[in-house]
C-alpha cells in the first residue's frame, strides 16, 4: 500500500532510525524472544480427549475424578526472562478441581461444560465470543468473569492459546495511523488517520498483508488522550506512524495486534501513560506481560517497549503546577511498592528512578496536566520532541 505522509523532514526521524537498527541488531544477536509454535486442532482435540479418558478412568475405579491446574495467581510460579518478560515455570505448583468436594465440585464441572463447548467448536473449525459461551447458560455461570477466568484455566491446562481453542475476546482498542491490513474474511482495513479511528479486529491472528511505512507505534493509555491526539491531527503532523489504545487496562486482542505489528515491522513502540502507578501497572503489561496470563508470554508481551511519557521527572522539568496534581492514595503506594519489588524492574534502573521521584513527590499527575502550559502542548511540543530526541527510557 503507498502511503503519503505529510509528516516533518527526514532528519526529525533520526533518532528514531537508530533506536530501530540498535533492536533489529539484538534480534540478529539472538537477544530477541524464540516463536512458539501453535497447536494445531487435532493436537488440542486430543488433549482435551486425555482429560476425558483421564475422568472415565477414575470412575471406573470408583475413584473421584479431578482437574490439575495450574496456580496462575503465585509470584513463586512466575519466572522473568528480558527477552519474553513474565512467563509460568515449567514445573510450577498446582492446585486440584476435586469433584467430590463442595469447594470445587461446581467449578470442576464447569470446567467440563467448557471444555465440551470448545471440542465442538474445534472440531467444526467454528469459533466463539467468551460473550457468546457466557449466554448459552447465564444462570449457570453466573457472571462473565466466571467464563473468562475458566477460559484461561483451560488454555494454560492444555498449553495452548486462545486463539487455538478457538474463543475470541471482544476488542475495545482503537488504531490508527499509516497501517493497513486484510481481516480473515477479506475485508480491507485502512487505518490512515482521520477524524476517526479504526477498531482493533477480534480475530488479530487471521490478518494478513499488513503493510505500513510507519516509523514508530505509540501506546496510548487512554481513550480520551487517543481521541485528542486525532483531533489535533497527530497522525499526519509526524507522519507516517500508528498510534494505539487499549482505552485503559488492555484487552487481549490490544496486546496481540501490538505483539504482530512488533514481530512483522520491529518498528520502536512507546508508551504513553499517565504518571501514577496504574498507568505503570498498564506499560508493565504491553511490555512484560501479567501474572495471570504468563502462560500466554510468548504470544502477548513486548519487551523491546519504552517508556515515553508521562514521566514524573517531567513534573518538576516542566513545571507543572503542584495545584494539577493529585495526592497518592494508600492504594497508589501500595501498587507503587509493588511494583518495584517486580523481577523486571532490577534491570530496568531509570524505571526505578522515576517511581522513587514519584514515592518522593508522593503525587501523581494525568497526561491532561499538559494543558496547563497550552492546549496542544503535548501533541505540538512534548511528543515531538520526545520522539525527535530520545526522550524514552
Given at each position: ?5 505529510m509528516?516533518p523532514?527526514?532528519s ?8 530501530r537498527v540498535?533492536?533489529?541488531e539484538?534480534?540478529?544477536e539472538g537477544?530477541?524472544?524464540?516463536p512458539?509454535?501453535?497447536a494445531s486442532?487435532s493436537?488440542?482435540?486430543?488433549s482435551i480427549e ?9 470412575l ?5 475424578p ?13 519466572k522473568?526472562?528480558?527477552?519474553v518478560?513474565?512467563q ?8 486440584k478441581?476435586?469433584?467430590n468436594?463442595a469447594?470445587s ?8 461444560k ?5 471440542y465442538k467448536?474445534v472440531?467444526s473449525n467454528t469459533?466463539?465470543?467468551?460473550r457468546d459461551?457466557?449466554?448459552?447458560d447465564?444462570q449457570l455461570?453466573g457472571n ?9 484455566d483451560i488454555?494454560?491446562m492444555l498449553?495452548v492459546s486462545r486463539?487455538n481453542?478457538h474463543?475470541?475476546s ?6 490508527a495511523g499509516?497501517?493497513s491490513?486484510?481481516?480473515?474474511d477479506g ?8 477524524s476517526t ?5 477480534s480475530n488479530?491472528q487471521?490478518?494478513r498483508?499488513?503493510?505500513?511505512d510507519?516509523k514508530?507505534?505509540?501506546?496510548i493509555?487512554k481513550?480520551a488522550?487517543f481521541q485528542?491526539l486525532?483531533?489535533d ?10 498510534i494505539?489504545t487499549?482505552?485503559?487496562v488492555?484487552d487481549?486482542n490490544?496486546r496481540l495486534?501490538?505483539k504482530?505489528l512488533?514481530?512483522?515491522?520491529h518498528?520502536p513502540?512507546?508508551t ?8 505503570i501497572?498498564?506499560m508493565?503489561i504491553?511490555?512484560?506481560g501479567?501474572m495471570?496470563?504468563s ?7 513486548v519487551p523491546t517497549?519504552?517508556?515515553?511519557g508521562?514521566?514524573p521527572?517531567?513534573i518538576?522539568?516542566?513545571?507543572i503546577?503542584r495545584?494539577t ?5 494508600i492504594?497508589?503506594?501500595m501498587k507503587?511498592?509493588?511494583i ?6 532490577t534491570?530496568?534502573?531509570?524505571w526505578?528512578?522515576?517511581m ?7 503525587m ?9 502550559i ?9 511528543l515531538p520532541n ?7 527510557i
Amino acid at each position: 500500500m503507498a502511503f503519503a505522509p505529510m509528516g516533518p523532514e527526514a532528519s526529525f526521524f533520526r533518532v528514531l532510525d537508530q533506536h530501530r537498527v540498535s533492536l533489529i541488531e539484538s534480534l540478529k544477536e539472538g537477544r530477541g524472544e524464540v516463536p512458539r509454535k501453535e497447536a494445531s486442532s487435532s493436537e488440542v482435540l486430543a488433549s482435551i480427549e486425555n482429560i476425558i479418558q483421564d475422568i472415565i478412568t477414575s470412575l471406573a475405579r470408583n475413584e473421584a475424578p479431578f482437574l490439575t491446574l495450574d496456580n496462575r495467581s503465585n509470584w513463586e510460579n512466575i519466572k522473568f526472562e528480558d527477552s519474553v518478560g513474565l512467563q509460568m515455570m515449567p514445573h510450577c505448583t498446582t492446585k486440584k478441581i476435586k469433584s467430590n468436594s463442595a469447594q470445587s465440585a461446581q467449578r470442576f464441572a464447569l470446567i467440563l461444560k467448557i471444555l465440551s463447548m470448545i471440542y465442538k467448536l474445534v472440531q467444526s473449525n467454528t469459533y466463539a465470543t467468551k460473550r457468546d459461551i457466557y449466554y448459552t447458560d447465564i444462570q449457570l455461570f453466573g457472571n462473565q468473569s466466571v467464563v473468562d477466568n475458566i477460559i484461561n484455566d483451560i488454555s494454560c491446562m492444555l498449553k495452548v492459546s486462545r486463539r487455538n481453542l478457538h474463543i475470541l475476546s471482544t476488542s475495545k482498542g482503537l488504531i490508527a495511523g499509516n497501517l493497513s491490513f486484510i481481516e480473515e474474511d477479506g475485508t480491507k482495513v485502512n487505518c490512515t488517520c482521520g477524524s476517526t479511528a479504526v477498531a482493533v479486529p477480534s480475530n488479530v491472528q487471521g490478518i494478513r498483508n499488513l503493510a505500513t511505512d510507519a516509523k514508530f507505534l505509540l501506546i496510548i493509555e487512554k481513550d480520551a488522550t487517543f481521541q485528542r491526539l486525532l483531533d489535533d491531527n497527530f497522525c499526519n503532523k509526524l507522519s507516517p506512524c500508528i498510534i494505539i489504545t487499549g482505552k485503559g487496562v488492555p484487552d487481549l486482542n490490544t496486546r496481540l495486534l501490538v505483539k504482530k505489528l512488533w514481530d512483522t515491522f520491529h518498528l520502536p513502540i512507546f508508551t504513553l501513560v499517565d504518571a501514577d502507578p496504574h498507568g505503570i501497572e498498564i506499560m508493565c503489561i504491553y511490555k512484560y506481560g501479567s501474572m495471570s496470563m504468563s502462560f500466554e508470554a510468548h504470544n502477548l508481551t513486548v519487551p523491546t517497549i519504552r517508556w515515553l511519557g508521562l514521566l514524573p521527572s517531567d513534573i518538576k522539568r516542566l513545571n507543572i503546577p503542584r495545584d494539577t496534581l493529585i495526592p497518592l492514595t494508600i492504594r497508589d503506594h501500595m501498587k507503587l511498592d509493588s511494583i518495584l519489588k517486580r523481577p523486571y524492574v532490577t534491570c530496568q534502573p531509570f524505571w526505578k528512578k522515576e517511581m522513587e521521584i514519584m514515592a518522593e513527590l508522593k503525587m501523581k499527575a494525568e497526561i491532561q496536566a499538559l494543558t496547563f502550559i497550552s492546549s496542544d502542548y503535548l501533541s505540538r511540543v512534548y511528543l515531538p520532541n520526545k520522539l525527535q530526541f530520545g526522550g524514552w527510557i
